[in-house]
């Protein structure tokens, strides 16, 4: 119990840390004493209230949003390497997104929500069919039929994107800038548009913890146990689907986020999805934020896309968990 306390406390104050640092760092320096008098800097207040908040905001619950979904994901399929990415449910919320605006789709009523709407539309068709694909070839869902399969439709959808681009016109810019993953200029009306979705999407996935546990068990024993295991990978799915939907919808799509949060978050504070969840969730708010901070500064005045960070981070420890499962594999065998 202390261990568990002491991961919450050392998680949340590292999310503070970032936050103020996310929003204190940059090309005009933010003092502390804007947060309760706007007077003694009023431009950096503006810039505080208006741009630096409401973008360290936003990625804090992009990475929030990721990192709970691949940590339910890695636990449903018990696969270390499964993720938004790996497993192609961004690419579906991507082209969900884009379609919303290569069409210019809305829903009448929902206004500003019909483009994550449409991304998690996307999202959920995709993970249903990666999964539905993957059995139809291999019935024990090993992992690298399943990350192969994500790689076979993530470059089908690739493409049917770069179709998209390559008819668009005025709509290029802003496809192409959701492409390469950015929180920048977004401001208070996306945080807004994020936030049901993160609290009905965490709040699926925080109601099946206790079955994620049994679940890495074996279905059969998890049956056993008196779990409903067919509504309990329905809910964890749309819930998954939801989060990567509405953070792909703001954020465009930010890989890996979903496979090293929750995978880091394991190994120092354990497998109990009781705590592995919340804690996913609070170290990917963290990581994003800084990713984000880096993007933005590292060649001021210029600014890299957000993904770029996330990938050399992600990259190499996809690989480091690939080879320790060969490895392993090989050493049993």
């Known amino acids: ?84 990415y790996t497993l192609g ?16 789709l809305s829903i009448p009523i929902v206004g500003l929500y019909a483009l994550p709407i449409f991304s998690m539309i996307g999202a959920i068709i995709t993970m249903v069919v990666v999964m539905s694909f993957a059995r139809m070839v291999d019935r024990s869902l090993k992992m690298e039929t399943l990350i192969l399969t994500g790689v076979i439709f993530s470059s089908f959808l690739g493409s049917l994107i770069s179709l998209m681009i390559a008819l668009s016109g005025e709509e290029l810019r802003q496809v192409v800038g959701w492409l390469l993953g950015s929180v920048s200029m977004r401001g208070w009306p996306y945080v807004q548009m994020i936030i049901p979705f993160v609290l009905i999407g965490s709040l699926m996935l925080w109601t099946q913890r206790r079955e994620l546990n049994v679940l890495l068990y074996g279905e059969e024993r998890a049956k056993h146990l008196g779990v409903n295991v067919k509504r309990s990978k329905y809910l964890i799915l749309a819930g998954g689907s939801m989060l990567t939907g509405a953070a792909v919808a703001v954020s465009g799509t930010i890989g890996f986020v979903g496979l090293v949060v929750p995978h880091m978050t394991r190994m120092i504070w354990g497998s109990d999805h009781r705590h592995l969840l919340p804690l996913s969730f609070l ?19 210029r600014e890299l896309p957000i993904g770029v960070i996330t990938a050399f981070i992600g990259a190499p420890v996809f690989s480091y968990i690939f080879y320790k499962q060969r490895r392993s594999k090989g050493v049993r065998a």
């Open 283 to 301: 170290n990917g708010a963290t990581l994003l934020i800084i990713c984000d901070l880096v993007a933005r500064t590292i060649i001021l005045p």
């Open 89 to 104: 449910v961004s690419s579906g919320a991507s082209v969900g997104a884009v379609m919303t605006i290569f069409f210019s």
């Open 1 to 84: 119990m202390k261990k568990i306390a002491v991961a919450y406390l050392v998680t949340g104050t590292l999310l503070l840390i970032s936050i103020w640092c996310g929003v204190a760092i940059g090309s005009v320096h933010i003092p502390f004493e804007v947060l309760w008098n706007q007077a003694v800097d009023e431009t950096a207040a503006n810039i505080f209230w208006k741009i630096r908040l409401p973008r360290v905001l936003l990625a804090g619950l992009v990475g929030a949003s990721l990192a709970i979904a691949g940590a339910a994901f890695q636990g449903l399929l018990k696969n270390p390497l499964a993720d938004p």
